[in-house]
């Protein structure tokens, strides 16, 4: 398609005899652009069901293919456009692809007022990861935004059967509702949602932002690193779903930013509440790490920044290290009940160590900093060197079982902190955000306009500026102590302790397992 052109039709449906399989990951089918200038070849579609489909009327099997540089848009859906239509059935996608088949990627493009898009492995069984799943998949430096829908539910991406996902430099934002038409946020729509019959998922250095409810809803193993994610509730979860994952999950959750979560005072005015930072759940006896993630709160109606919950297989092996929860009006909370019975064996061996939770503020509305809800004490934990400081004058902050009040104080003795302590940590310049970055720039110094910039990101128009790692990179600044906090600080520097290998061509899957295999204990 030709770089500048516009069309009123998708591509259509790949059928054997319309499209060949490539030869290889690095010789793939390729769908793209041609031209020396222009903007991306823009397919309006507000009347066909999809931009691309692959296994919708018939089953067949794909593989080695790429779609690169391809603006997918439905008119109809933009309330901005004046080929608006508020009066119909809103379900057009961009990609459905229900089949099985291996070597799919998606580089460069734009989704937008879509209802989302959809990638999955065609199975008529339960059974996970079978043959007839979606292997290696990749979604890169693609731009999906303003999805909604008048008819089910709706995600700016939904995966399901697919083994070895990667999520790269994207930019996801405003997805699963739309304000002008009321059809306002629900628990049931999110930016990213990926189901408990995917497996090895990566998600980098991707802007996530303004989701209906989650940012990323990762019910299945993965890694989540260096991603910068703007008022989602929550923005990462990992493993958490009323109907988890056989056998529990296992991953890492490193190196991101999270800012605000949703509140019901939230222009939005939906169902959704306030949600928690990241999430983690039903993590088996592999482990799971919770590090160097900054979590920055402004508001009430949130509970903590970083909530652990037992459900499905427990909590075992749960490392929560090096993060820093800063103005989040709860800092940390768990459900679970210890015991060495089989029935109650459901925390074990987790560690929270290093962690800087601080609340300055001292109107600050807060329910509480720490809550166990079903312990009286940190059983089933190993606490070392936290640091705490809670302004609100409400000091009985912390609630365990049978809603017990006690101070923070008081909490570390009875999660016997080996060198935790209460202490006030000043930082650099702790006010730095997306908003600041962009007034940096000689820009309009707000939220929105940092956001309006990065949705124009494209292969023929990247600007580092406008990447998750560029502002993520002026916040930590920002969150540099001014004083030794025991560590000299360098317990919240740019490197990883467990980096994943880089991913080289399709090898998603390996890098997971080079996590599992290189899994170290504190």
């Known amino acids: 398609l030709k770089r500048g052109d516009v069309w009123y039709e998708p591509i259509g449906g790949i059928t054997s ?126 731009v999906v935004d303003h999805a909604w829908s008048t008819s089910g539910h709706c995600q700016g991406f939904f995966f399901h059967k697919v083994d070895g996902l990667l999520l790269e430099e994207n930019v996801l934002d405003h997805n699963g509702y739309c304000i002008e038409t009321g059809d306002l946020p629900t628990w049931f729509n999110h930016n990213v949602y990926i189901t408990i019959e995917c497996d090895n998922v990566i998600a980098r ?48 959750i490193a190196g991101n930013v999270v800012i605000d979560g949703l509140s019901r005072q939230s222009l939005r005015q939906g169902e959704v509440g306030g949600g928690p930072g990241i999430e983690v759940a039903n993590v088996n006896y592999e482990g799971a790490v919770v590090e160097r993630n900054i979590i920055i709160g402004s508001g009430a109606e949130r509970p903590a920044a970083i909530v652990l919950s037992s459900g499905g297989v427990g909590l075992h092996n749960v490392t929560v290290r090096n993060n820093i929860s800063y103005g989040w009006p709860g800092f940390m909370g768990w459900v679970g009940e210890p015991g060495t019975e089989l029935e109650k064996l459901r925390l074990s061996n987790n560690v929270v160590k290093n962690n800087v939770f601080q609340l300055h503020d001292p109107r600050a509305e807060a329910r509480w900093a720490v809550r166990t809800r079903d312990t009286a004490d940190a059983a089933g934990f190993i606490f070392s060197g936290n ?136």
């Open 387 to 522: 640091v705490y400081h809670y302004a609100p004058a409400a000091k009985d902050c912390v609630e365990l079982v049978n809603k017990q009040r006690v101070t923070l104080e008081k909490w570390l003795v009875i999660s016997n902190d080996d060198g935790g302590r209460m202490q006030k940590v000043e930082f650099v310049d702790p006010s730095r955000n997306p908003a600041t970055w962009h007034g940096s720039l000689g820009r309009e110094a707000t939220r929105e306009a940092f956001l309006a910039e990065a949705c124009k990101q494209g292969k023929f128009n990247w600007r580092e500026e406008y990447t998750a790692k560029a502002v993520i990179a002026y916040i930590r600044e920002g969150f540099r102590p001014k004083t030794d906090i025991g560590g000299g600080g360098s317990r919240h520097g740019t490197t990883l302790r467990h980096p994943a290998p880089p991913c080289r061509d399709y090898g998603v899957r390996q890098t997971l397992s080079s996590f599992r295999s290189s899994q170290e204990r504190p």
């Open 205 to 252: 250095g991707n802007i996530i932002a303004r989701g209906s409810t989650t940012g990323i809803y990762c019910r299945t193993n993965g890694i989540m690193e260096d991603n910068l994610c703007l008022d989602n509730s929550p923005s990462l979860n990992l493993g958490r779903i009323a109907k988890a994952r056989p056998g529990g999950v296992t991953g890492r």
């Open 17 to 142: 005899n319309r499209l060949k399989n490539g030869r290889s990951a690095q010789q793939p089918t390729l769908i793209a652009s041609y031209g020396a200038d222009g903007p991306r070849p823009l397919l309006k579609l507000g009347d066909h069901r999809a931009g691309l489909s692959v296994g919708v009327n018939r089953p067949i099997t794909v593989e080695n293919v790429a779609l690169v540089g391809i603006h997918f848009y439905d008119e109809k859906g933009d309330p901005g456009s004046p080929e608006f239509v508020r009066d119909r059935v809103k379900r057009g996608t961009g990609i459905s692809w229900i089949g099985p088949g291996k070597n799919f990627l998606v580089e460069g493009c734009r989704f937008q007022y879509l209802s989302g898009g959809a990638i999955q492995g065609k199975s008529p069984s339960r059974e996970r990861l079978s043959e007839e799943s979606l292997r290696n998949v990749r979604i890169r430096r693609c």
